[in-house]
Antibody, heavy 118, light 109 residues
Framework: HLEQSGAEVKKPGESLKISCQGSGYRFTAKWIAWVRQKPGKGLEWMGIIYPGDSDTRYSPSFQGQVTISADKSTTTAYLQWSRLEASDSAVYYC?????????????WGQGTLVTVTS | SFVLTQSPSVSVAPGGTATITCGGT??????VHWYQQKAGQAPVQVIQYDSDRPSGIPERFSGSSFGYTATLTINRVEVGDEADYFC????????????FGGGTKLTVL
């Protein structure tokens, strides 16, 4: 089970960190991916982290724009921005991925709505 | 970068068969996954590894992949199947990226 943090309303230029807490499985044995979905649009893979050793990979489209991290002690993964833009307004999902990366995104969190508006 | 192409929409009557396709160069060399997203909800994986159904997914859902096209088939379509369906692959040949198709809206008439 993945429980995501609640909706956020931020101003452009502000920083933000949203979370995704895993439970009911060995947190360090599965990857966690982050996916963006803008209103009325499709799914975009942002990046992925393996909490076991913090191996992190980013989509070229999001490299340098966000930071993904994980805390094994709290079984929580994070997605953060240092300076938000209006174009970051979207729903963000986390999802588990099997260790071998061959079975896709197995279980999804409920999503976190981020609204960036002045 | 790798691109997956899906038709924007498919319509089917209840009880009928829905066929949703996903195209991409060299798709046959990659494993394809499918996700169902109902309005206002998070996606749910309905097919993994081309044709495997995750636990809890009805047998009415099946997947196949051959050549440049992967197919999600939904038999005996129900009103509750109305949703957006997305295909996905892991492009291990280029930056190890995950790629989603643009999605297909299934309307049950």
């Amino acid at each position: 089970h993945l429980e995501q943090s609640g909706a956020e309303v931020k101003k452009p230029g502000e920083s933000l960190k949203i979370s995704c807490q895993g439970s009911g499985y060995r947190f360090t044995a599965k990857w966690i991916a982050w996916v963006r979905q803008k209103p009325g649009k499709g799914l975009e893979w942002m990046g992925i982290i393996y909490p076991g050793d913090s191996d992190t990979r980013y989509s070229p489209s999001f490299q340098g724009q966000v930071t993904i991290s994980a805390d094994k002690s709290t079984t929580t993964a994070y997605l953060q921005w240092s300076r938000l833009e209006a174009s970051d307004s979207a729903v963000y999902y986390c999802a588990t991925v099997d260790t071998s990366l061959i079975r896709g995104f197995e279980y999804w969190g409920q999503g976190t709505l981020v609204t960036v508006t002045s | 970068s790798f691109v997956l192409t899906q038709s924007p929409s498919v319509s089917v009557a209840p009880g009928g068969t829905a066929t949703i396709t996903c195209g991409g160069t060299h798709l046959g060399s990659k494993t394809v996954h499918w996700y169902q997203q109902k309005a206002g909800q998070a996606p749910v994986q309905v097919i993994q590894y081309d044709s495997d159904r995750p636990s809890g997914i009805p047998e009415r859902f099946s997947g196949s992949s051959f050549g440049y096209t992967a197919t999600l088939t939904i038999n005996r379509v129900e009103v509750g199947d109305e949703a957006d369906y997305f295909c996905q692959v892991w492009d291990s040949s280029s930056d190890h990226v995950w790629v989603f198709g643009g999605g297909t809206k299934l309307t049950v008439l």
